[in-house]
């Protein structure tokens, strides 16, 4: 009993087929109508499956996970080598890229020392481990959790696609508080009146989506160059040219290495990056005594007051190279999916987080004896009998940080594509027993080609470090303002510890984004302009995507008109059935008058599948197909609704094909049962098919029909709207993939259908 029935404005459903206006005679014991029905679906609605499935909350693990101790620490243990290698290889570059000019007076090391230590503790630990991830979407984090939050508790989709059935998915609901309703009620109502607000969501979001992408070129350019810098202090005969053609050679083969997956990466991963830690660890804390211990003096947020009384505008400069040392910070959050958010406070509280302090606070006790040393912090203090090891362990834990944030990348590009933002992509799922790793080829090929370039052109890590610097703390501010919104509308946050948010965290990623705009010129704008190319396209294919849905939902064909195309002497019934793809849930679409016009016939079962995301992470596979019977006389008509969460990726054609009959066949006899117990008797075998119901259909063919729709500016339409559509969008998707590609449709079941739409 797997699949929800429902009703709508033209479509009936097997509820609905029961003459509701029918009364049972006073006094009677029979039942209504409508009391089978709110009988039937309780029945339906309250089976094992799905109160199973109303304990669960995505892959944030279940109350009896938590308690098993071993549990969360086998995977505190595994999110080590998945969520902290960018982070955990910022002690590489950020000495260097605080004082690029190298180091004017003592005593600005404390000052550095002071800024690190603070704002390591203020935003990965406080921010993040301690607030953040409490704004969890069942389990998963990132950009998308969080807008998804947003959209489940406001009405704030630019697509008129929801349906009433959306809310009864398990994992849907929210648990909200009673308190401070009033408050919160009033902005829901002024965002969802406010068309500029709706956009305004989607365009953070979509910024947001653009910076992590950067964030995925500008990772392995600048761990893997410094890492392998590092080889100068061994050999003299390794030139800036021929470290950056080795780092070259080094980033290909990591991007080559992308379409065999990351199935085991927790295992493989994790104990590389935890020896990393352990050697930072251990190598600063010997720095620590052997240099100057009195570092210790930095925990004194004094000497950041006095850092900047002697600098003045460079100390303000020199913040661009202290938010260096939180890279990756973002990672907590975006990959808390596949862990638990338990699993993620041990491993940065007991683990990565001390070992950081302890290697910045070893760097400063070196450099407050070698401050001419800055330039190569990090090889410079190293013991020299521990080198050799620390450059291998560096080299891999700077890959390793590279692969984590293009498999991130990876992830975001599949959940733009859940909400019509991104053109057309394959997404491969790389692992059958790890969920959420997925591959993208095109994606693949053009960040290592960025990589590369980037490689080639900066050469050096400071300049990087610029570009940087912009795109995480851009990140970091827009989840900062969408997690404002969630505190007031959603978790109804008091007031004053919300402003408490804003004034201390929101002002000081504030002033950090003023200090690295500063640096646009020096390679700032690198990112911005990465961001602002994705934006076009983003925009450009969003844009279209949604006046093409609007262009079908006004011009989408009634039943009452469907069943005159079909009654007509010129048009024949074929065996079989046909499965129409398309983006309404309501409605027949206007391409299936334009086929039946030319083609005057159809196969005797018509199922329209359409294929929606849901603002939730995951639909549990129970939830995932609703099904309404459409009123047609001659053929049998079926809308087919499949409902994914933004992380899911869809199943295999020919896997899903198999499980969207099933489910079907099971709609049709739950059909049929409930009409049968109301006393009912089908008046027309098979419903008046005279080449039987859905199993025989199936049994004699399934065609795949596609819509292949071009799109043009209608006369009159403005300037702007006429390149978008005409010469932006055509050229988009003239160069990606067709929808048959995406589907996975057999070519020799699949048949295309033109139309020109006029938007």
């Known amino acids: 009993m797997a699949n929800r029935i429902s009703g709508g404005a033209e479509e009936v459903s097997a509820v609905?087929?029961?003459?509701?206006?029918?009364?049972?005679?006073s006094g009677s014991d029979v039942p209504t109508p409508q009391e089978r029905k709110m009988s039937w679906q309780n029945l339906r609605?309250?089976?094992?499956?799905?109160?199973e499935s109303r304990k669960l909350h995505g892959r944030d693990h279940s109350d009896a996970d938590k308690k098993k101790w071993s549990v969360i620490l086998q995977l505190a243990f595994l999110s080590i080598g998945v969520v902290y290698g960018d982070i955990g290889t910022s002690p590489l570059y950020v000495y260097a890229g605080i004082f690029p000019e190298g180091i004017k007076h003592e005593d600005d090391v404390l000052g550095a020392m002071s800024l690190i230590f603070y704002t390591l503790t203020l935003i990965p630990v406080i921010k993040y481990v301690f607030i953040v991830l409490r704004a969890n979407d069942n389990g998963d984090g990132g950009t998308f959790?969080?807008?998804s939050l947003i959209c489940r508790y406001a009405k704030l989709g630019l697509i008129p696609n929801a349906e009433m059935e959306d809310g009864e998915v398990s994992n849907y609901q929210l648990n909200l508080p009673n308190r401070r309703q009033k408050r919160a009620s009033r902005i829901q109502s002024a965002l969802e009146n406010s068309h500029f607000a709706k956009v305004s969501l989607l365009f953070a979001t979509m910024l947001g989506t653009a910076m992590v992408i950067g964030d995925g070129v500008l990772t392995p350019c600048i761990s893997v160059l410094s890492a392998v810098g590092g080889i100068t202090e061994a050999t003299p005969a390794m030139t800036e040219g021929r470290i950056v053609w080795a780092?070259?050679?080094?980033?290909?083969?990591?991007?080559?290495?992308?379409?065999?997956?990351?199935?085991k990466v927790g295992y493989t991963f994790a104990p590389i990056i935890f020896i990393w830690f352990a050697f930072i660890a251990a190598i600063g804390v010997y720095n620590f005594f052997k240099y100057d211990p009195t570092v210790i003096k930095a925990l004194n947020p004094a000497y950041i007051i006095y850092y900047f009384?002697?600098?003045?505008?460079?100390?303000?400069?020199s913040l661009g190279g202290v938010v260096l040392c939180i890279t990756g910070a973002e990672a907590l959050f975006a990959d808390v999916g596949h862990f638990s958010i338990q699993s993620i406070q041990l491993s940065m509280s007991l683990v990565t987080y001390p070992a950081l302090i302890c290697a910045y606070a070893g760097q400063s006790s070196f450099l407050r004896k070698h401050s001419d040393l800055v330039s190569n912090t990090f090889y410079k203090s190293t013991p020299e009998s521990l080198y050799w090891p620390m450059f291998v362990v560096a080299v891999l834990a700077s890959i390793i940080a590279s692969q984590a944030m293009i498999s991130g990348t990876f992830s975001i590009i599949q959940q733009s594509l859940s909400l019509g933002c991104f053109p057309r992509v394959k997404v491969v799922h790389t692992s059958a027993k790890h969920e959420g790793q997925v591959y993208v080829p095109e994606i693949n090929y053009l960040l290592m080609l960025a990589c590369v370039c980037i490689t080639l052109v900066f050469k050096n890590t400071t300049k990087i470090g610029n570009a940087y610097g912009i795109a995480v703390v851009f990140v970091m501010t827009l989840t900062s303002s969408f997690l404002v919104l969630i505190m007031v509308m959603i978790w109804k946050t008091h007031i004053l510890l919300v402003i408490t948010y804003v004034v201390i965290i929101g002002s000081v990623e504030l002033v950090y984004l003023s200090s690295v705009l500063y640096k646009f010129d020096q390679g700032g704008y690198l990112p911005l302009a990465f961001a602002a190319v994705l934006m076009i396209i983003m925009y450009?294919?969003?844009?279209?995507?949604?006046?093409?849905?609007?262009?079908?939902?006004?011009?989408?064909?009634?039943?009452?008109?469907?069943?005159?195309?079909?009654?007509?002497t010129s048009f024949r019934r074929l065996p079989g059935m046909a499965f129409f793809y398309t983006e309404l849930v309501q409605g027949i679409p206007p391409i299936i008058k334009h086929y039946v016009e030319h083609v005057p016939a159809l196969q005797s079962v018509l199922v329209f599948v359409t294929i929606k995301s849901l603002p939730v992470s995951k639909v549990p596979a129970d939830e995932r197909f609703?099904?309404?019977?459409?009123?047609?006389?001659?053929?049998?008509?079926?809308?087919?609704v499949v409902r994914y969460g933004y992380t899911e990726v869809r199943a295999e054609h020919e896997l899903f094909e198999k499980i969207l009959l099933k489910r079907l066949e099971e709609f049709e006899s739950d059909r049929r049962a409930l009409c049968n117990c109301d006393g009912r008797v089908e008046e027309v075998e098979e419903d008046g098919n005279e080449f039987g119901g859905v199993a025989e259909a199936w049994k004699q063919g399934v065609v795949h029909f596609i819509g292949e729709t071009e799109v043009v500016a209608k006369l009159g339409a403005g300037f702007g709207d006429r390149i978008m559509i005409n010469y932006a969008y055509s050229f988009l998707r003239r160069n990606l993939r067709e929808t048959d590609q995406v589907f996975e449709i057999p070519h020799k079941r699949m048949l295309k259908v033109g139309m020109t739409y006029e938007l």
């Open 540 to 568: 450009v294919w969003n844009s279209v995507f949604r006046k093409k849905y609007f262009y079908e939902l006004s011009h989408k064909i009634s039943p009452e008109k469907f069943n005159q195309m079909v009654s007509t």
């Open 16 to 25: 609905v087929a029961i003459e509701e206006e029918e009364v049972a005679p």
């Open 45 to 51: 609605r309250h089976d094992s499956l799905y109160l």
């Open 247 to 263: 780092s070259v050679v080094i980033l290909v083969f990591l991007f080559m290495a992308q379409r065999l997956g990351t199935n």
């Open 626 to 640: 609703l099904f309404r019977r459409v009123e047609a006389k001659e053929i049998d008509v079926f809308r087919c």
């Open 145 to 147: 959790a969080l807008y």
């Open 309 to 317: 009384q002697r600098n003045k505008k460079d100390a303000w400069i």
